[in-house]
């Protein structure tokens, strides 16, 4: 079972960038898709977009201005970046790993990380 | 957006009784390749999500023949054959056809 693990500052305040990273303890960072997905009191879960190591990335319309992912496939590590953060970013930040292939259609998730809580406050 | 719309919010089971999820969507979730693009994950408290069902019917890896998926289109259902202490916490539906988005959520608690 691959197990994934998220990381980065528990605490931000507004208009700062979240940054955080999610270790694949295997080099099956290679070949998936990868995701990031948020679930907050207020909007329940949310898909935040995928990356492959490929380099192509989609991301939610919603959030696409703000949002960028990428990978370091040498550590095995993918990251999300959120700018210009507000009380509405808060939420617990899953990354997980994509079970379909093929950049034609989106896919679920099988594999996911535990979280990890991100609060927005000044 | 696909708006994904569950019921019911919450549900208390007894112990080896069955339960039931309707999930319903906005499109129809049925690809042109023939499946429809529809999961469910349970999220138990304090742990990682775990995939359930993909294709609306397909059980995930691991996951105990107790959990059923069916339905087509717009119309899904999750059932659970006989309900333990370990299915307890949130389900949740969620399309994958365009930009994935998830239902409500429902809270399966024991009586």
């Known amino acids: 079972q691959v197990l994934l693990q998220e990381s980065g500052p528990g605490l931000l305040t507004p208009s700062e960038t979240l940054s955080l990273t999610c270790t694949v303890p295997d080099d099956s960072i290679r070949t998936s898709y990868w995701s990031w997905v948020r679930q907050s009191a207020g909007k329940g879960l949310e898909w935040i977009g995928r990356v492959f190591a490929g380099g192509k990335s989609d991301y939610n319309p919603s959030l696409k201005s703000r949002v960028t992912m990428s990978l370091d496939t040498s550590k095995n590590h993918f990251f999300l970046t959120l700018r210009s953060v507000t009380a509405a970013d808060a939420a617990v930040y899953y990354c997980?790993?994509?079970?379909?292939?093929?950049?034609?259609?989106?896919?679920?998730?099988?594999?996911w990380g535990q979280g990890t809580a991100v609060i927005v406050s000044s | 957006d696909i708006v994904m719309t569950q019921s019911p919010l919450s549900l208390s089971v007894t112990p080896g009784e069955p339960a039931s999820i309707s999930c319903r969507s906005s499109q129809s979730l049925l690809h042109s390749n023939g499946f429809d693009y529809l999961d469910w994950y349970l999220l138990r408290p304090g742990q990682s999500p775990q995939l359930l069902i993909s294709f609306g019917s397909r059980r995930a890896s691991g996951v105990p023949d107790r959990f059923s998926g069916s339905g087509s289109g717009t119309d899904f259902t999750l059932k659970i054959g006989r309900v333990e202490a370990d299915d307890v916490g949130f389900y949740y539906c969620m399309q994958a056809l365009q930009t994935p988005t998830f239902g409500g959520g429902t809270k399966v608690e024991l009586k």
């Open positions: 997980a790993r994509v079970y379909g292939s093929g950049y034609d259609s989106f896919y679920g998730m099988d594999v």
